[in-house]
């Protein structure tokens, strides 16, 4: 990635993120009766200035935050509210509530891409594995995911997470109730799930490094870009709110403010607003997020498919040529 395009990817979500702070500092200004846009009236063109360059390091850090939790398993906040009241029937049953599974997007381009009459040739040939997969039934590509709804009334996606089906069978004799409470179950699916997303990739490498490929890998990386930018987005808003209602408590706590229904009252209404501020905020980019994801399986299948039934590719004879250094 070159070094303008990798600053303006790190820009977004700094600068988001600092955008979200001046917002939420309307907010509580709001919340306390005041005019939400006196917040802008201490603001300079040097302070502007300096806040559009903290953008990038500021969006860089979020990026390794967004990377760190980019794993087979995470945590939601809904998850940890579930938690408490699961473990009055044991820590067992508990543990199935302590964290869901991420979607093995490796899986569903491989699978898509046998459903679309991809060849196993290619993939073989790119992974240089014999243990690659060879069909959509694959068992390393199968579908073992379900999802699980948080909140008994929650109809938006977000307040739905995977986890491992009953069925699943990851490994063999497995004879845990349930696969989350089976630690070989967990590392079966990490596994698949990072065994999966580095055959599509050795794909993508194959077919970028020629000729007639090399539009794929282009159009993977206009793809990724947009589908962890919004990723990246949504943990900076995130971030936002929390560190505003934090501070807003500590400095509360600080100023030893009155703790009464008069003094908490305003500290308890900005929070509010900020926290649906943010959760709609949230929600958008998240749904926009998933679209880009099935929009971007697809895409990517296909082109991966119509290269491997290329006559060089499907009959094992000379591959393309590769592109020159120039």
Request: glycine letters at 8%; hydrophobic letters at 45%.
């Amino acid at each position: 990635m070159d070094s303008a395009r990798q600053a303006l990817r790190w820009s977004i979500p700094g600068l988001i993120f600092v955008l979200e702070l001046f917002a939420f500092a309307a907010v509580w200004q709001l919340a306390a009766g005041k005019n939400p846009l006196s917040v802008l009236d201490d603001i300079s063109s040097t302070t502007a200035l300096a806040t559009l360059l903290a953008g990038i390091p500021i969006g860089f850090l979020l990026y390794q935050l967004y990377y760190r939790n980019y794993r087979p398993y995470g945590r939601s906040v809904l998850l940890f509210l579930r938690f408490p009241h699961q473990v009055k029937h044991g820590l067992v049953r508990a543990r199935r509530f302590w964290s869901f599974v991420r979607r093995d997007r490796g899986a569903e381009i491989l699978r898509q891409y046998y459903d679309l009459g991809g060849h196993p040739t290619f993939v073989r040939r790119s992974w240089g594995k014999s243990d690659a997969p060879a069909t959509g039934d694959d068992e390393q590509i199968r579908e073992v995911t379900e999802p699980r709804i948080l909140l008994r009334s929650g109809r938006p996606s977000s307040f739905k997470v995977l986890t491992l089906r009953a069925d699943a069978n990851l490994h063999e004799p497995c004879t845990a109730s349930a696969p989350a409470d089976c630690g070989d179950c967990r590392k079966a699916y990490a596994h698949r799930f990072r065994w999966n997303w580095a055959i599509v990739m050795a794909m993508i490498d194959f077919a970028g490094s020629r000729t007639d490929g090399a539009t794929i890998k282009n159009e993977y990386a206009a793809g990724s870009d947009i589908y962890h930018a919004l990723g990246a987005a949504r943990t900076a808003i995130a971030s936002a709110a929390i560190g505003s209602v934090v501070f807003r408590i500590v400095f509360h706590v600080g100023q030893g403010l009155s703790w009464s229904w008069g003094g908490a009252g305003h500290l308890l209404l900005g929070g509010a607003l900020i926290a649906l501020l943010a959760y709609a905020q949230y929600q958008v980019i998240h749904s926009a997020r998933e679209q880009s994801s099935r929009n971007h399986t697809i895409r990517i299948a296909a082109a991966l498919c119509w290269y491997s039934r290329l006559p060089e590719i499907c009959d094992g004879g000379a591959v393309a040529p590769t592109r020159s250094a120039g």
